[in-house]
């Protein structure tokens, strides 16, 4: 995770264009002393050669790879601007997270941020922030953009005797994760679990629920409630609407006669299934190139040949998760790498043309070249 601490950020600042953004926040970065003085002219180029907006208020400048040598050590500095900054194309910064690295530890810190800033109405939130510590909020996460199910949350064929001790472990997995306190554990235990059919049962909470998640359970052994086959329970704790399309999931699963591939099989496969609402559409599958996968510049490059048309497009990548290929928080989110198969689904009048100018894209590198 990214460290943050109050020192690193500045609030209710002003500028009169990104430029004089850029450069404010290369002096902070030289207070510091991550870089030297000149590697501002590094921020302006990159700036130059493509715009460092990421979507949602948040511009993330930085150093071109020439200026690398100039940074004596990885380091951020953010400035807060509540007025806005005009970023160009009639983009509105409200956060600039400067960024310093001596290689390629940037992409890390990317890959966090595109994670935690990728939910809804981040943008107005961000603006709104009167404080260093409500920023800081946002930056860790505590904004919840999507129910949360980790390979932790998964439990695989546990010795357990009977449904109650398969709900119980449930339980117990999300609260150790802090997503349920003991309250929420005792009514997910006492509420009576549901049978959805083909071995599937579901238990769930909204009591004193943190973070909403969901936990998947198996027994070591077939088990039997009321006649019935105990083969896994999913665990539910619910805050807000954010399971919905982890449900349809399931749904899709039941309708499909497929619950059977979340048994008998590991975490990652579980997670790709309940996660993973499969779009519909014409369909392309093009693999990536650019050495360091989909990061801030090709993704930029790929959201705007994508804007281009009409169709809804979705990319999904190898471990089955899809987005929306229009958002770059969402797109580099995914941690597209080098060489990784990517499915791209179009949905409308033009989704054959979208696809073959992604494939176009793609193929000619991104803006990065082949």
């Excluded at 020439?66 to 509540?82: E, S």
């Excluded at 006649?227 to 749904?251: R, Y």
């Excluded at 959201?303 to 990319?315: F, M, P, T």
């Excluded at 198969?341 to 991104?366: M, N, P, R, Y």
Aim: proline share 3%; glycine share 8%; with cysteine.
């Amino acid at each position: 995770m990214l460290s943050l601490s109050s020192n690193d950020i500045k609030l209710n600042q002003s500028a009169p264009n990104k430029q004089l953004a850029i450069k404010t926040l290369a002096q902070n970065l030289v207070n510091k002393n991550y870089v030297e003085a000149n590697y501002v002219e590094g921020m302006l180029a990159r700036e130059a050669q493509h715009s460092t907006y990421l979507g949602n208020g948040i511009a993330i400048p930085h150093g071109t790879v020439d200026t690398r040598d100039l940074v004596n050590k990885t380091g951020v500095q953010l400035h807060h601007y509540p007025q806005g900054v005009d970023w160009g194309e009639g983009k509105t910064v409200y956060l600039a997270i400067a960024i310093a690295a001596k290689s390629d530890e940037h992409l890390a810190i990317l890959k966090q941020l595109t994670h935690v800033l990728s939910a809804d109405g981040i943008e107005q939130q961000l603006q709104q922030c009167d404080s260093t510590e409500s920023i800081i909020t946002l930056l860790e996460g505590r904004q919840q953009s999507e129910t949360l199910l980790t390979a932790d949350l998964v439990q695989l064929a546990f010795p357990a005797k009977d449904l109650s001790q398969l709900t119980a472990v449930a339980a117990g997995l999300l609260k150790h994760h802090h997503c349920i306190d003991n309250t929420g554990v005792a009514d997910a235990i006492t509420t009576p679990a549901t049978y959805l059919g083909q071995g599937l049962w579901l238990a769930k909470t909204t009591k004193s629920v943190v973070t909403t998640a969901i936990s998947f359970v198996t027994p070591a052994e077939p088990l039997l409630q009321d006649s019935l086959p105990v083969q896994g329970v999913l665990m539910l704790a619910s805050a807000n609407d954010l399971h919905f399309n982890n449900m349809q999931c399931v749904a899709d699963l039941i309708y499909q006669q497929q619950v059977n591939q979340l048994f008998n099989t590991d975490a990652d496969i579980v997670i790709g299934l309940l996660t993973n609402v499969k779009p519909s559409g014409v369909t392309a599958i093009f693999t990536i190139h650019n050495s360091h996968g989909l990061h801030a510049r090709p993704s930029a490059m790929l959201v705007n040949i994508a804007k281009k048309y009409q169709a809804d497009i979705q990319v999904t990548n190898m471990a089955g998760k899809s987005t929306n290929a229009k958002s770059l928080m969402k797109l580099m989110s995914l941690g597209v790498s080098c060489d990784e198969v990517l499915t791209f689904t179009a949905q409308g009048e033009d989704a054959e043309l979208a696809l073959k100018a992604i494939g176009e894209g793609i193929d000619a590198g991104l803006g990065e070249g082949k």
